[in-house]
């Protein structure tokens, strides 16, 4: 009989972790699992959903944006997060993908660093490693330390997308959260690194890239060219419960076009 006991406490404490990011788990549940850079507008939209409807629980699980779209693959998670597009291979396994917003990703160095601008082609020799000292971009005598993110991340898939460094950076470290980033360059008079410009604190310096600044005119009109979309995954042809949903409906809606915004990023829509 005890056994039988221990057994059932496993299966429930089991179900009750599962139920954070379970796809369709509880009515009340609204579980969200993957980028790390959309923590600010995803969060700020789930805190406005629970504060107007009584009783709902909407769960958060920044693990990065290849592990949320794997999470809604396997059903563990209703709503996915990926801060860059789903790839070819991810729509063939059923899953489908709707832009919340634009973020721009923004290129940020210690602020005691007196550089305050640098291009694409420049950003790309610093993190191939053909530029590796700060005096030959106008800066100090000293070393470049290129920090980025680990292989999972939609934010490392965008910057070197766009800087044409895929698989060819030179990281000094990969770390596996934008905040991770953020602290290590704000410690490191040297370091160089990626943050979505949403999360970007006064402990950094985002540079301007081209001459043009990370802000919401220059995402909204393509000018900042180092920016990508916030995207919400789910499963295609496969209805979401009824909370889920509504969230999705919620977060799509002229009423979230605000919350967005003051997140620091661009509405879709």
Do not use: H
């Amino acid at each position: 009989m005890k056994k039988i006991i221990s057994i059932l406490t496993v299966v429930v404490v089991f179900a009750c972790v599962l139920a954070g990011c379970s796809a369709n788990g509880n009515e009340k549940t609204v579980g969200t699992d993957g980028s790390t850079s959309m923590e600010k507008v995803i969060g700020a939209l789930g805190e406005a959903y629970e504060s107007d409807n009584s009783g709902v629980t909407f769960t958060y699980n920044p693990t990065g944006s290849g592990t949320g779209i794997t999470a809604v693959a396997e059903g563990r998670c209703d709503i996915g997060l990926s801060s860059r597009k789903l790839k070819d291979e991810e729509t063939a396994k059923g899953l489908k993908e709707t832009v919340l917003a634009y973020d721009g990703i923004a290129v940020i160095i210690n602020p005691s660093n007196p550089v305050a601008d640098i291009d694409i082609e420049t950003i790309a020799k610093i993190y191939k490693g053909e530029i590796t000292n700060w005096k030959d971009v106008g800066g100090n005598d000293g070393e470049i330390v290129p920090i980025g993110r680990e292989a999972n991340s939609g934010t490392r898939d965008g910057f070197e997308s766009i800087t044409g460094t895929e698989d060819i950076c030179k990281y000094r470290q990969e770390l596996s959260s934008t905040g991770d980033v953020i602290t290590t360059v704000a410690n490191n008079p040297n370091a160089i690194g990626y943050a979505s410009v949403a999360t970007v604190k006064d402990s950094v310096k985002a540079v301007t890239v081209n001459g043009i600044a990370p802000t919401e005119e220059t995402i909204k009109d393509g000018s900042y060219k180092i920016q990508r979309p916030f995207v919400l995954v789910t499963k295609d042809n496969t209805a979401l419960s009824e909370t889920p949903q509504k969230f999705y409906d919620f977060c799509l809606s002229e009423e979230a076009k605000g919350i967005i915004t003051k997140a620091g990023v661009v509405p879709a829509n």
